[in-house]
């Protein structure tokens, strides 16, 4: 039997998942919301498309510091201590209209998401990546990593781009 590294079930899960927790502050207490999430090639950045509207998104704008919840889902069929999840700390940034890479990122995120091509005509929605500084990635009960910039990369670097 093969074992895997840490670096790739992390990357097996953010991979395989469409949705994450994401924590922001709301006068100064913590706001847990769902978003639709497209991780980008090198695992150290991840794209929301959000509305201003949003109470995270209003929050992003005080302060952009943001907390990722992405988890294996729980189908009751084995014990919850032990389902696979990454928490990820990072600074949310908007993606501007005009920049070089806005085209290339919004594409990466309708591939995964092709029913969001309607948001991208709205004007109060938004393209956000959230530069990962850290991740604590439970592998399983007992298997924890803390992992940084270079373990994303190598996480990457164990699929077929």
Avoid: W
Wanted: hydrophobic share 40%.
């Amino acid at each position: 039997m093969t074992e895997t590294s840490p670096q790739r079930e992390f990357g097996q899960l953010i991979r395989s998942q469409r949705i994450a927790a994401i924590g922001t502050l709301r006068d100064g207490s913590p706001l847990v919301s769902m978003v639709p999430i497209v991780a980008n090639e090198d695992l150290s950045s991840y794209l929301i498309h959000i509305s201003r509207l949003a109470q995270h998104t209003q929050d992003i704008l005080q302060n952009p510091s943001v907390g990722l919840m992405i988890a294996e889902p729980d189908t009751g069929s084995k014990n919850p201590q032990s389902l696979a999840r990454a928490s990820i700390q990072g600074k949310a940034v908007i993606v501007p209209k005009d920049s070089e890479d806005y085209d290339a990122q919004a594409e990466l995120y309708l591939r995964k998401f092709p029913d969001s091509a309607m948001t991208f005509s709205l004007g109060d929605f938004e393209l956000y990546r959230i530069d990962a500084k850290s991740a604590r990635f439970v592998a399983g009960f007992g298997k924890i990593y803390n992992f940084g910039p270079a373990d994303f990369h190598a996480a990457a670097s164990l699929f077929d781009k």
